[in-house]
């Protein structure tokens, strides 16, 4: 399926793309459909907004999620990028994107209300790994582009467009734990988001840094920026 975006946008080495406001994403019947391999997320519950030219509602009270399973395309290992495009309406520990959290190969990407900051994570061999940059706090009711970056030895963390955190986290195969399968804005019913998401894509390589602005920029204007 065509992603159908501007050529403003990377999407050279896109393996996972949902975005709310593409007609081919959501075409109305509640569910949210990748555009690159139909890896598409079942709806449990988000509601649809047409404002900023679509986006999902998600009730934490009432643990809304996708649900995506295990799909092959997403089994990364190393040498990736996560991007997202979301806004917090709560200080709370909560997840927009989830694949296990004691697991081994589970993933993380949310905030937690501790460190005040976006708080990302990768658990295995019964060790948590956590990247959070605290040096920047979740500006709550905002929109904000959290991407994630992985090359095989570091993770790296960017904020809109500042460069955030590195950290050695370690990562075996991200997005491959059978277990819970991938969720958008859930852990299995618990730590629900409470906001919007808009946007999430991942890659299969690791987007240099222009590359992660040249996103950015073609997408602000839509999210009020």
Same mark, same amino acid.
Request: aromatic share 16%.
């Given at each position: 399926?065509?992603?159908?975006?501007?050529? #403003? =946008?990377?999407n050279d080495s896109l393996v996972f793309c949902l975005d709310a406001a593409n007609p081919k994403s959501?075409?109305? +019947?509640?569910?949210?459909? +990748?555009?690159?391999?139909?890896?598409?997320?079942?709806?449990?519950?988000?509601?649809? #907004?047409?404002?900023?030219?679509?986006?999902?509602?998600?009730?934490?009270?009432?643990?809304?999620?996708?649900?995506?399973?295990?799909?092959?395309?997403?089994?990364?290992?190393?040498?990736?990028?996560?991007?997202?495009?979301?806004?917090?309406?709560?200080?709370?520990?909560?997840?927009? =994107?989830?694949?296990?959290?004691?697991?081994?190969?589970?993933?993380?990407?949310?905030?937690?209300?501790?460190?005040?900051?976006?708080?990302?994570?990768?658990?295995?061999?019964? #060790?948590?790994?956590?990247? #959070?940059?605290?040096?920047?706090?979740?500006?709550i009711g905002v929109w904000t582009r959290c991407a994630l970056t992985f090359d095989g030895a570091k993770?790296?963390?960017?904020?809109n467009k500042e460069h955030t955190v590195t950290d050695d986290l370690w990562s075996n195969d991200a997005?491959?734990?059978?277990?819970?399968?991938?969720?958008?804005?859930?852990?299995?019913?618990?730590?629900?988001?409470?906001?919007?998401?808009?946007?999430?894509?991942?890659?299969?390589?690791?987007?240099?840094?222009?590359? =992660? +602005?040249?996103?950015?920029?073609? =997408?602000?204007?839509?999210?009020?920026?």
């Amino acid at each position: 399926m065509s992603v159908g975006y501007g050529t #403003s =946008l990377v999407n050279d080495s896109l393996v996972f793309c949902l975005d709310a406001a593409n007609p081919k994403s959501y075409i109305g +019947d509640g569910d949210w459909y +990748d555009l690159i391999k139909d890896n598409n997320g079942t709806n449990y519950g988000p509601t649809y #907004s047409s404002d900023y030219g679509g986006i999902f509602l998600f009730d934490r009270a009432s643990s809304h999620y996708f649900y995506i399973g295990n799909p092959a395309e997403l089994s990364l290992g190393s040498n990736f990028t996560v991007e997202a495009w979301g806004r917090a309406d709560a200080d709370a520990w909560m997840y927009f =994107l989830y694949n296990g959290y004691n697991q081994n190969n589970s993933f993380w990407m949310g905030t937690h209300p501790t460190a005040n900051a976006w708080w990302h994570g990768t658990y295995y061999n019964t #060790s948590y790994n956590y990247l #959070s940059n605290g040096t920047d706090s979740v500006e709550i009711g905002v929109w904000t582009r959290c991407a994630l970056t992985f090359d095989g030895a570091k993770f790296n963390c960017y904020i809109n467009k500042e460069h955030t955190v590195t950290d050695d986290l370690w990562s075996n195969d991200a997005f491959s734990n059978p277990s819970t399968g991938i969720q958008i804005g859930s852990s299995s019913g618990s730590r629900a988001w409470e906001g919007a998401i808009a946007v999430i894509k991942v890659y299969n390589t690791v987007l240099s840094e222009i590359e =992660l +602005d040249r996103n950015y920029d073609a =997408l602000k204007g839509r999210f009020g920026l």
